[in-house]
């Protein structure tokens, strides 16, 4: 089986939106892009080490236990890590790391951001995102256009 990487940009969200609304200066919020981080498909979320956090100036949400290959430890989720990838950004929580731990992209960002690990060819690539083919899937529901008029059951 092969190993995916890929470059990521994370934003902290939090300094996004004071900076929209004018309380910060846009050049303060707080941004790093990562190179090769790990796409893995055992992890659930976004996992990043306590020092990219800590750059980031991310909050912590709550405390969770994670099960790791080391056995089980409490671990702090963060909350408003934004991050970019191929294209395609979303508003994630984030595991913390122990030590200095490689970054992981989990399967939640994955899934959200209709990305998909190609083990074989050792890539990661985008799911259709096109009117008649798109991952994203909404079974039972009907759908409308924006003015409110009905498009299918």
Known sequence: MGKVTTQLTIINRADEVRAADGSIPADQVRKVTLDNVLVDSGATTLSLPATIIEQLGLEP????????????QRSRVFQDAKISVMGRSGIFQ????????????????????????????????????????????????????????????
């Open 61 to 72: 949400l709550r405390e969770v236990l994670t099960k790791t290959a080391a056995g089980y």
């Open 94 to 153: 984030c595991l913390e790391l122990p030590g200095g731990d490689d970054p992981l992209l989990g399967v939640i960002p994955m899934e959200d951001l209709g990305l998909e690990p190609d083990f074989q060819k050792q890539e990661l690539k985008l799911l259709p995102m096109e009117p008649g083919n798109t991952y994203y899937m909404a079974y039972g529901h009907t759908i409308y256009e924006l003015d409110g008029s009905k498009i299918a059951d």
